[in-house]
């Protein structure tokens, strides 16, 4: 696969091994979540893992990306036994890229933040399709079915 230039990216992984976008061969699920160990995010997180075998029997790859550590993430990663990587981006050099970060009401306060979307990449290296503002339940779901039909 070849990503398209302004969506190639390089983000420490918690494989040990950094994850570049541009070098992955096959279909690819980018999920962006806000934080690691909140209740929306390990529900998501979850619903992927308990999907994965059914997504790897596609040919498709799973990766979820928050600004988070990569220690905060292996302890996340370890905590739900997460069969797939996930990616830093403390920088926010991903989330700028594919326009996640917004700004959000936090308990009266108006925060930057990720606003939970997925992407997937479709083997010609370009977004097959997005969805953004995501709501957690049956998503996942919603994103095998779509996998299923590349």
């Keep these: 696969m070849n990503a398209s230039?302004?969506?190639n990216?390089?983000?420490p992984s918690t494989s040990g091994t950094d994850f570049t976008l541009s070098a992955s061969r096959k279909p690819l699920v980018i999920y962006f979540y806000p934080k690691d160990n909140t209740p929306?995010?390990?529900n998501e997180s979850m619903a992927f893992r308990d999907l994965h075998a059914e997504f790897a029997v596609l040919g498709a790859e799973i990766v979820g990306i928050s600004r988070d550590s990569l220690k905060s993430h292996h302890?996340?990663?370890a905590k739900l036994e997460l069969p797939f990587e996930l990616l830093s981006d403390s920088e926010e050099t991903a989330c700028n890229l594919f326009g996640v970060i917004k700004?959000?009401?936090?308990y009266g306060k108006q925060v930057r933040g990720i606003e939970r979307s997925t992407f997937v990449i479709g083997k010609s290296g370009e977004i097959a399709r997005e969805w953004r503002g995501v709501k957690v339940p049956g998503h996942a779901?919603?994103?095998?079915?779509?996998?299923?039909t590349l």
């Design 75 to 77: 302890n996340f990663k």
């Design 9 to 11: 990216f390089t983000l």
């Design 40 to 42: 929306g995010c390990t």
């Design 141 to 148: 779901e919603e994103v095998l079915a779509y996998v299923k």
């Design 5 to 7: 230039p302004c969506f």
């Design 103 to 106: 700004m959000k009401n936090m």
